[in-house]
């Protein structure tokens, strides 16, 4: 049974950092390409960031140059290291693993940008 549980979101000012794990298990992580989406309220889920199996990384503009998403296939782990935080990244954030057509989806975790 695949499992994505996310962790490390919480309330962090404007210009503040935090760093998303998102810890898998019951798959073939190395095999999967793996992504970060995040949903505000009121608004889509949008895709953040992803990465491929061979580790290159993509990202939507509005975090380019502030985001950085890596994993670790050792420890079956999928991180996204957030600087320069704004308001507007406010939202859950979720991990999603694809491969083929299996997609699956962590429970999100609540990242809040606010003075």
């Known amino acids: 049974q695949v499992q994505l549980v996310e962790s490390g979101g919480g309330l962090v000012q404007p210009g503040g950092s935090l760093r998303l794990s998102c810890a898998a298990s019951g798959m073939a992580f190395s095999m999967y390409e793996m992504s970060w989406y995040r949903q505000a309220p009121g608004k889509e889920r949008e895709l953040v960031a992803s990465?491929?199996?061979?580790?290159?990384?993509s990202y939507a503009d509005s975090v380019k140059g502030r985001f950085t998403i890596s994993r670790d296939n050792a420890k079956n782990t999928l991180y996204l290291q957030m600087n320069s935080l704004k308001p507007e990244d406010t939202a859950v954030y979720y991990c999603k693993a694809s491969f083929g057509r299996n997609n699956y989806w962590g429970q999100g975790t609540q990242v809040t940008v606010s003075s």
């Open positions: 990465i491929t199996r061979g580790r290159s990384g």
